[in-house]
């Protein structure tokens, strides 16, 4: 979070300072062609057959608007294509160069183009895929643009001066590809489409095996593919060979593509090759055809001037060291400035986080303090509440034990009062039932007597009966 932070000031800093802080985005693999920069291609379809995993999408924005895109290759480190749309050219024209930082270090936060000082020891592996201003410093090449600045108004041109549309060329040969291009789109591209905003521009080169300073190749070939996508539409084709700067050749748009990796496919449908008009066809390409002899007619004006300019040359060899010296002292001048401003940034960067860890650990300190306080004062009340209700509850079992051990003691006394004077009720109560108890027992016992004297009487009288019977002699009936 905290270095989150940082970036995030380093960023707005950067935005207010430079006012020509371009945006840039690498296109994910999961986005179809360039995302919002899709609108420079016709149909919004870009190119087809660019499929090696070092091609890069790049959707190059400004102001949070997408100006053009980019197929940037890390491999050869310059872009292979830019595509945008001719548009009013500003009068004012002024370098800001700027690099992609998710080119080199994908993971890092930064989602916009910065420049090169800015992101110094904040991206990882910065330069691995990409060129740097260093790479040209001392080189003999200039940053050639792919997508010219001269044919783009103020917002759309800020945004090209990025090292991700820049190629490596020779000062004059810089110049001459501007210049054609320019004089090609204004006089013979854009008065033959009928709908401005429908012309499409190509801008691409062809990699070499010459590399600068072993990093950065060197085109071969530079190439321009323009599509007119109106109701007339037509496509056309332009080479420069960069040992040729004078060279400027035509052809078509299908010719260019065998010339490029196979199976590219620059437009989609070809963009009306195969129903163009003649008539159009022909009228551009002999605009084309005028601009190609006036510079050969101005080259070969140069050519009776070059008599003229031998001393400047020869100046200009003798001069050639002290030059180059002075440009090696310019950049140690300025390298040795980054690292001050690097290594100042180093030390502002420990101390403010030092200091910001410092008021960290105190303001966690702090509220741990105050949370303890709180804690200890709101448990003081249910503490207090707490003791009350034992006291109460202490104080009533206290009763309940003393009027338990009452109602023991008294319980005796009291049963035996009660016993006491419930006695002569129970006594009184009982004489009857005792008089009628000993009535029946005497009645009983003269019932008894009489009844054991008449059954002593019947056995007197049996046993008399019996022996009379016994020794008595009978007589008869009549007797």
Known sequence: REWTMKTSIVFLLCISVFPGFSQGRVVGEDETGFAECNVFFPGQVPPEGFTEPFHVKICQQYNKEPRFATLYSTKDKIPLYSAFKYTKPAQNEEENWLVEPQIDD?????????????????????????????????????????NPSLLNE?????????????????????????RDIGKVVEQ?????????????????????????????????????AACCDAPEGWSLGLVKKTNDENSLADLTVGELEKQLLAGVRLFKGNCGEDSKSQEKTEAILQAVSQIRSGEQAGTSDNEEAKDSGLVRKVAGIIATPFIKLLELLIYVFVELVKFVFYFLWLVIKRVGGTVLDGVYSLWNGLVSYLKAISMVLISIPYDVGRVIVNIVMGFLEIVQDVASLTYRILRIPVGFVLHLAAFPYHSICAIPSVLKDMATGIGGTFSLVIDATAALLHGFYYV????????????SSDD
């Open 154 to 178: 103020e917002d759309f041109q800020m945004a090209t001066y990025t090292l991700t549309n820049a190629v490596p060329l020779s000062p004059s040969l810089s110049k001459s590809w501007h």
């Open 188 to 224: 013979a591209l854009v008065p033959h489409c009928s709908k401005k905003d429908h012309l499409y521009l190509l801008a691409g080169a062809i990699p070499s095996s010459v590399q600068v300073k072993g990093k950065v190749s060197v085109p071969e070939t530079l190439w321009l």
């Open 464 to 475: 008399a009966g019996h022996i009379v019977k016994r020794f008595v002699p009978k007589v």
């Open 106 to 146: 994908p993971e890092n936060d930064l989602h916009e183009m910065m420049h090169e000082a800015d992101i110094v020891g904040t991206v990882a592996n910065l330069g691995a895929n990409q060129a740097l201003i260093s790479d040209y410093v001392g080189s003999g090449y200039e940053r050639g643009l792919l």
